[in-house]
């Protein structure tokens, strides 16, 4: 069974750091493109951030590019998501998605908050 799991989320102030992780199980993660997106009420859900599984390559929105960094570590099935100088507007719920294999995690909130 295929599960995707987040953790790390919680209250930051404007221009603090938040570090994401998203632990994976029941697939061969190393092999997997794994993307974060991000979901605020009322609004689609939106791409935040990929990683490519066999070259690493990295993808990021135009919105968070110089600001997050995406990095795995396939020995802990673990994609990571930095977050540095974080603004009100990063406020969401973030999912990590195992694109092939249709699976999502929970979501874990986080809240840019002075």
């Known amino acids: 069974q295929v599960q995707l799991v987040e953790s790390g989320g919680g209250l930051v102030r404007p221009g603090g750091s938040l570090r994401l992780s998203c632990v994976g199980s029941?697939?061969?993660?190393?092999?997997?493109?794994i993307k974060w997106h991000r979901q605020v009420p009322g609004k689609e859900r939106e791409f935040v951030a990929g990683i490519i599984g066999s070259l690493g390559t990295t993808t990021y929105a135009d919105s968070v590019k110089g600001r997050f960094t995406i990095s795995r570590d396939n020995a802990k099935k673990t994609v990571y998501l930095q977050m540095n100088s974080v603004k009100p507007e990063d406020t969401a719920v973030y999912y990590c998605?195992?694109?092939?294999?249709?699976?999502w995690g929970q979501g874990t909130q986080v809240t840019v908050s002075s």
């Open positions: 029941g697939f061969a993660f190393s092999s997997y493109t």
């Open positions: 998605q195992a694109p092939a294999t249709g699976s």
